[in-house]
């Protein structure tokens, strides 16, 4: 009984750590694609450039 309830307890255990590093790879890629996507509205031939002007470089 004992060695079950610790093949249990190791099972639940990889599986936090699956889910765990799952999360933190989520929020790695939604960070990831949110510089890139502020990269992309903020560089030179943006529409937000063309649109804006060059005012807000100077």
């Known amino acids: 009984m004992r ?5 249990i307890f ?3 255990e990889a ?3 699956a889910a765990v ?3 933190n790879f989520l929020i790695l890629a939604a960070v990831i694609g949110f510089v890139w996507s ?3 509205l ?3 031939n943006s529409p ?3 649109a804006l002007g ?3 470089w100077r």
Request: glycine share 0%; hydrophobic share 50%.
């Open 21 to 23: 590093l799952l999360l």
């Open 48 to 50: 937000l450039v063309a």
């Open 38 to 40: 502020l990269q992309l």
């Open 10 to 12: 190791q099972e639940t």
């Open 54 to 56: 060059e005012t807000i």
């Open 3 to 7: 060695e079950k309830n610790e093949n």
């Open 15 to 17: 599986a936090f750590a």
């Open 42 to 44: 903020i560089s030179p």
